[in-house]
């Protein structure tokens, strides 16, 4: 039995005993208190400036209210920048844009309308909405100067993610969740580029007063700019607590039907959380799974750094990587010796490096590294009974890398560009993994 089967003690309760009740669910639609919140935000209190994204829905409202008061009882902080992209998707968005703005002046906080003009496709419309969404947002931290862009994310919505991570088949990276502070999700290429923000800046249209003149963080000619952050401050905040502080502010905020909307799998999961939690699975179980998860993938990662160093893969997270010719080179053995999850993370690692199509995805990086690791072996077990090595030889492309196993060396060399009509490059005796 491995460490990973040993039962927890959750594991063990009997199968049809009633979930137990949460220590402290009484306080879980308690208005978050001025103390709480402060404690939420201390380590934004020396920042220059932050944007609040804020969509006029329940809990980024909170933010906003929330946010300025404690900002208001600092003799000094950050400058606040309240931001609402309007996606044109519904008649209301204009209208709950504006109302953002209305209690943003009313909290003297500016605030800024960002309307997404793009193409809008019929397939995938919500991730279309959300990546748009972010370069907006991007935009508006670089005119207000800030560097970090916070969300109202609550534990409702990490416990989703969770699920919604599960239902896709996610690896223990991706039941890992939100991060309270992670890069703000930006295409490769996105933002990055100091002359698309100034064409997107553009089209922001400021609707309350503007906060005092500040440097231009856009300095002409120069594309290369700080990473931006995401912030999440609620991220361990149940959402009821966040709609118990407005209802006892008195303060109104939008419902965005679309949160019910069946066509998306977001709503379709959150409408499943009530019948879930029934069961036990409740939203503070599923977001304790990403915390376990988050700290289980902090150790591997910090593991493979390890490997990688015992392997002498040069600088992993660096660009020097690779002996001049943009090729990585390893000891294959010493490789195929490490835990799978280990060796299966490093291999992917050097493919989402070397590679040039993104990403490589999980499930294809399971089936060439199980197949790299069996073809080591057979390598070992060739070379022992004095058969030719090349027996045994391997060669995968995946991501837009070419994994290539001869001579005792593992090699993750960038591919061959794809012919037209999207076939993979196809470069050895096995078949060609994409
Ligand atoms: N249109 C938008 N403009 C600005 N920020 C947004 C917008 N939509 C979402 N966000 C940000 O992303 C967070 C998570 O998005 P999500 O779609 O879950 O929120 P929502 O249902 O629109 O409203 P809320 O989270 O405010 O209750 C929000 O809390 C907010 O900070």
């Given at each position: 039995?491995?460490?990973?089967?040993?039962?927890?003690?959750?594991?063990?309760?009997a199968?049809?005993?009633?979930?137990p009740?949460?220590?402290?669910?009484?306080?879980?639609?308690?208005?978050?208190?001025?103390?709480?919140?402060?404690?939420?935000?201390?380590?934004?209190?020396?920042?220059?400036?932050?944007?609040?994204?804020?969509?006029?829905?329940?809990?980024?409202?909170?933010?906003?209210?929330l946010?300025a008061r404690?900002?208001?009882?600092?003799a000094a902080?950050?400058?606040?920048?309240?931001?609402?992209?309007?996606?044109?998707l519904?008649?209301?968005?204009?209208?709950?844009?504006?109302?953002?703005?209305?209690?943003?002046?009313?909290?003297?906080?500016?605030?800024?309308?960002?309307?997404?003009?793009?193409?809008?496709?019929?397939?995938?419309?919500?991730?279309?909405?959300?990546?748009?969404?972010?370069?907006?947002?991007?935009?508006?931290?670089r005119?207000?100067?800030?560097?970090?862009?916070?969300?109202g994310?609550?534990?409702?919505?990490?416990?989703?993610?969770?699920?919604?991570?599960?239902?896709?088949?996610?690896?223990?990276?991706?039941?890992?969740?939100?991060?309270?502070?992670?890069?703000?999700?930006?295409?490769?290429?996105?933002?990055?580029?100091?002359r698309e923000?100034?064409?997107?800046?553009?089209?922001?249209?400021?609707?309350?007063?503007?906060a005092?003149?500040?440097?231009?963080?856009?300095?002409?000619?120069?594309?290369?700019?700080?990473?931006?952050?995401?912030?999440?401050?609620?991220?361990?905040?149940?959402?009821?607590?966040l709609?118990?502080?407005?209802?006892?502010?008195?303060?109104?905020?939008?419902?965005?039907?679309?949160?019910?909307?069946?066509?998306?799998?977001?709503?379709?999961?959150?409408?499943?959380?009530?019948?879930?939690?029934?069961?036990?699975?409740?939203?503070?179980?599923?977001?304790?799974?990403?915390?376990?998860?988050?700290?289980?993938?902090?150790?591997?990662?910090?593991?493979?750094?390890?490997?990688?160093?015992d392997l002498?893969?040069?600088?992993?997270?660096?660009?020097?990587?690779?002996?001049?010719?943009?090729?990585?080179?390893?000891?294959?053995?010493?490789?195929?010796?490490?835990?799978?999850?280990?060796?299966?993370?490093l291999?992917?690692?050097?493919i989402?490096?070397?590679?040039?199509?993104?990403?490589?995805?999980?499930?294809k990086?399971?089936?060439?590294?199980?197949a790299?690791?069996?073809?080591?072996?057979?390598?070992?077990?060739?070379?022992?009974?004095?058969?030719?090595?090349s027996?045994?030889?391997?060669?995968?492309?995946?991501?837009?890398?070419?994994?290539?196993?001869a001579?005792?060396r593992?090699?993750?060399?960038?591919?061959?560009?794809?012919?037209?009509?999207?076939?993979?490059?196809?470069?050895?005796?096995?078949?060609?993994?994409?």
């Open positions: 039995m491995s460490a990973a089967d040993h039962p927890t003690v959750e594991d063990t309760a199968d049809d005993a009633p979930p009740a949460t220590a402290h669910a009484r306080h879980d639609d308690a208005p978050l208190t001025t103390t709480e919140a402060a404690t939420l935000f201390a380590d934004l209190a020396a920042l220059p400036a932050v944007v609040l994204a804020v969509s006029g829905g329940p809990d980024s409202t909170a933010l906003l209210v946010a404690w900002r208001a009882a600092l902080g950050p400058r606040l920048v309240a931001a609402t992209v309007d996606h044109g519904r008649s209301g968005s204009g209208d709950e844009a504006l109302a953002v703005g209305r209690l943003a002046g009313e909290l003297g906080i500016a605030h800024h309308i960002l309307r997404w003009t793009g193409e809008k496709p019929a397939a995938g419309l919500q991730a279309a909405a959300r990546a748009a969404r972010y370069r907006l947002l991007a935009v508006a931290a005119e207000a100067g800030a560097r970090h862009v916070l969300t994310h609550t534990r409702d919505d990490q416990a989703e993610t969770v699920l919604f991570r599960l239902a896709r088949g996610s690896g223990l990276a991706g039941l890992a969740g939100m991060a309270r502070v992670a890069p703000l999700p930006l295409p490769a290429g996105g933002e990055r580029s100091t923000a100034r064409r997107v800046r553009g089209r922001l249209e400021t609707t309350a007063r503007t005092a003149p500040h440097p231009d963080p856009l300095p002409a000619g120069d594309d290369r700019e700080p990473a931006l952050l995401l912030v999440r401050p609620f991220l361990d905040i149940p959402k009821a607590r709609v118990a502080t407005l209802a006892a502010a008195g303060i109104a905020c939008a419902d965005d039907p679309s949160n019910r909307d069946p066509r998306f799998t977001r709503s379709r999961l959150r409408a499943l959380l009530p019948g879930l939690a029934a069961e036990g699975l409740t939203a503070p179980r599923l977001a304790r799974l990403a915390d376990r998860m988050r700290r289980a993938d902090a150790a591997l990662e910090a593991a493979v750094e390890r490997l990688a160093a002498a893969v040069a600088d992993l997270a660096g660009f020097g990587l690779a002996g001049g010719d943009g090729v990585v080179r390893l000891d294959a053995a010493g490789w195929a010796r490490a835990p799978a999850e280990l060796r299966l993370r291999l992917g690692r050097l989402d490096r070397v590679g040039h199509e993104g990403p490589v995805e999980l499930g990086l399971e089936t060439v590294a199980d790299l690791a069996a073809a080591v072996v057979a390598t070992a077990i060739t070379a022992a009974g004095g058969g030719p090595e027996a045994a030889r391997f060669r995968r492309t995946l991501a837009g890398a070419t994994v290539t196993l001579g005792g593992l090699s993750v060399a960038p591919a061959p560009p794809r012919r037209s009509g999207g076939n993979a490059a196809s470069a050895g005796p096995n078949p060609t993994e994409t």
